[in-house]
């Protein structure tokens, strides 16, 4: 039997409780599904999620629509022909309104200050709008439509549902995204937007609170806006106040100055890491020059040097490896252990490192003429070791 469910979300956005028969309950799934005389259970579409709520206070965990009925799914049956009184997560809905009527105002805006379609509309998680525009639209274009929205809202505008006959639709300048047959649903927000749509929204723009565009990139021709409306966007902009309070305790500036203060800090920064990079440079050249300079011997070379990189110690351990007919030690501190380069151009170091390996309790290894490792031992333990080694008959190569 077909039925026929009274639609109250479809006139009225702010209907959240109700009561209504019961025309039908059937077995579906691990639950029943129940359809109603009326309801004002949004099921989705249009890029809104389906109402949350409960029926006589059981959960209502899906909704589906079937013809002109819609089917509230519960775990639980209720009689055919008894009453039930439906209630909605009535902050949710409102949340979502905001949301929804607010993409609305924006899209509406867009397209007729600049010409620009809304080409995808998306309403996420905490309420969060993502709009898809048809138009490439600039910083000074975004921020004069958002400022127009915000206006409309300020003017309380009101948003009105209506159903035209085909004869008025024919008629009827609206935004849609696709072609639209049967009975067309119009949202028309005076002096802002006209729309098909089938989601519930406010009944005056004063409700949707504010209208802000968060951030814009470049989506295939046009731009991708993420957009928050009303308490998600109140709720936004008191985190990013928090957040501005947090950095102008830490950069002791007052916070319409923390921008200002932040690249002063930063451009300082630079300045000293610059400055870093040029001393750790000449510091090289010097290490390097010496480290040429240098008499050559048969004992073992060590060198010792603070902060020390891989590459440094590479390139220290090749040249040092030159000046003895031993090996070439070069040390350094990393994290609290002590790391080490072993160079010879006379011994074969993987013949070597399990003894290294083996003196420092350290781990290691590499090719026959270098070897990298780090070990938990000392710097004394370290250099002793190193300058006392003597190698084997069967080290050479
Ligand atoms: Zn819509």
Redesign the pocket.
Known sequence: MNFTTKKRYETDGSVTEFFATVLSCERAGDGYDTILSETAFFPGG??QEGDEGTLDGVPVTALTERGEAILHRTDRPFPVGSTVCGKLNALLRLRRMQA?SG??VLSGLLHSLYGSENVG?HLGEGETVTIDTSKRLTDAELTRAEYEANLAVAENRPVKISFPDPETLKTLVYRSKKELTGRVRI?TIEGVDV?A?C?PHVARTGEIGQIRILSRMAWKGGLRLTVLCGLAAYEDAKRKTETVKALSALLSAKPEEVADAAKKMKERLDEELKKAALRAAAKREETLRALRERERTEEPAVLWEDGLSRKDMTEYANELSKKTGSLAAVLTEENGRIAYTAASAALDMKKIAPRINEALSGSGGGSSSMIFGSAETTREKAEAFFRSFIPQENDKR
Request: glycine share 20%; hydrophobic share 30%; net charge negative.
């Open positions: 249009g890029g929804h993409e609305h509309f949202v729309c749509c989601a």
